[in-house]
Structures are given as C-alpha cells and as structure tokens.
T-cell receptor, first 117, second 116 residues
Framework: GAVVSQHPSRVICKSGTSVKIECRSL??????MFWYRQFPKQSLMLMAT?????????EQGVEKDKFLINHASLTLSTLTVTSAHPEDSSFYIC?????????????FGPGTRLLVL | AQTVTQSQPEMSVQEAETVTLSCTYD???????LFWYKQPPSRQMILVIR??????QNATENRFSVNFQKAAKSFSLKISDSQLGDTAMYFC?????????????FGDGTTLTVKP
C-alpha cells in the first residue's frame, strides 16, 4: 500500500499560538487530501478536503479562518490551527487518495495529537 | 447523502476463532468503493480490505474476507483465525470515485477485542 506521513506526531502548545501540521504522500502524487478530527473512541470527523492548487473545501461548522489548509504541491498538504485554544485539543488525521492502477484507495497518516494548554 | 451503519459497537472473540463484523450502507450511487480499516491503540488507520462495487466476487486478504451484498447494501468483514494483534477498532467506509468529487463516509466503528 501507499505511505502517508504526518508531522509532528505530537505537539503541545500554549493557548493563542498557531500550530502547523504537515501531511505528505511519500510514494504517490495526491491531488486530493483530507483532514479529519477524531475524539477518543469515536469515528473520524471530516474537516475539509484539500485540493492541489485550489482552495480547500470545508465541511459545515468548520471555521476556515481557524483551520487554514494549504495544498501547495502534489505531495504536501498542511493544516494550520490558528490561535489555538484548549477546545482545539484533539487527534488530527490526514489522508490522501491514491489513483494508481485505477484502484482508488484512501490512505492515512499516523495522526497528530494536539494538546493546547 | 451516503450513510454507513455499524450496528455492533463492541465485539469480542476468542483467539483462533472466527468473527464477523457487520456494515450496511445507503447510497443512490451505482459506482463506488467499500473499505474496512483497522485502528489499533496506536491510532494509525490501516487498510484491511477494499471492494469495488462493480465486482461481484468478494474480496479476500489472507485471514480477512468480506461478504458483499450489493442489493442489500451490506458489507460484512470476516476475520478467521483471530489473533491478539487483531484487537482494534474497525471502521467500515464508503467512497465514491473522484470523478464525482466524492468523499469518504465512515461508520461509527466496532471495537473488537481478541481474548487469549
């Protein structure tokens, strides 16, 4: 299967600061990436769809000015949590769609644990 | 809109035995993909198995197999010879092709515990 990396794996920051999370597809090009948020023992909640070279599409209820997404290349998407607050503490997961071999599949990064103090 | 339902929040199985996790979905699409993902305590989402809707043959991957019933919109996962490492949360997912600018829809998950 394809490999998606995510960095950092864990971050602790003070309230009011901004945090950037990187998502990279290591062995394939990803025109579409997704950002999810997951609470313990719950399902994945889609935050936004990141499209290379264009603006991200945000799900209803997700503040686009707070969660900035940039998909500047075919292998990199970034999520910046601006002016983070304790309620933003969560597990964030990115994923990328792989279209190789006409077998579309979604692969996931290992996730980032964000703790805002 | 698509929906995915996993009706079993928690399940357990004895090591070496077989267990089946259920998943149903609702869609008006004819072309789509179905997946089972495993999320162990590390929380890394791992692809277990995939199925294309146009294929009648059920997908298999070593000890993992699916029972895909398109008319019934059912997609269950069977784990044979269960191992302790199979303990994880399992998510059923539905995805439409990118040509439809589709997104994935996930079920609420089933927590599987394999007991020694």
């Amino acid at each position: 299967g394809a490999v998606v990396s995510q960095h950092p794996s864990r971050v602790i920051c003070k309230s009011g600061t901004s945090v950037k999370i990187e998502c990279r597809s290591l062995d394939f090009q990803a025109t579409t990436m997704f950002w999810y948020r997951q609470f313990p023992k719950q399902s994945l909640m889609l935050m936004a769809t990141s499209n290379e070279g264009s603006k991200a599409t945000y799900e209803q209820g997700v503040e686009k000015d707070k969660f900035l997404i940039n998909h500047a290349s075919l292998t990199l998407s970034t999520l910046t949590v601006t002016s983070a607050h304790p309620e933003d503490s969560s597990f964030y997961i990115c994923s990328a769609r792989d279209f190789r071999g006409f077998q579309e599949t979604q692969y996931f990064g290992p996730g980032t644990r964000l703790l805002v103090l | 809109a698509q929906t995915v339902t996993q009706s079993q929040p928690e399940m357990s199985v004895q090591e070496a035995e077989t267990v089946t996790l259920s998943c149903t979905y609702d869609t008006s699409e004819n072309n789509y993909y179905l997946f089972w993902y495993k999320q162990p305590p590390s929380r890394q989402m791992i692809l277990v198995i995939r199925q294309e809707a146009y294929k009648q043959q059920n997908a298999t991957e070593n000890r993992f197999s699916v029972n895909f019933q398109k008319a019934a919109k059912s997609f269950s996962l069977k784990i044979s010879d269960s191992q302790l490492g199979d303990t994880a949360m399992y998510f059923c997912a539905f995805m439409t092709p990118n040509t439809n600018a589709g997104k994935s829809t996930f079920g609420d998950g089933t927590t599987l515990t394999v007991k020694p």
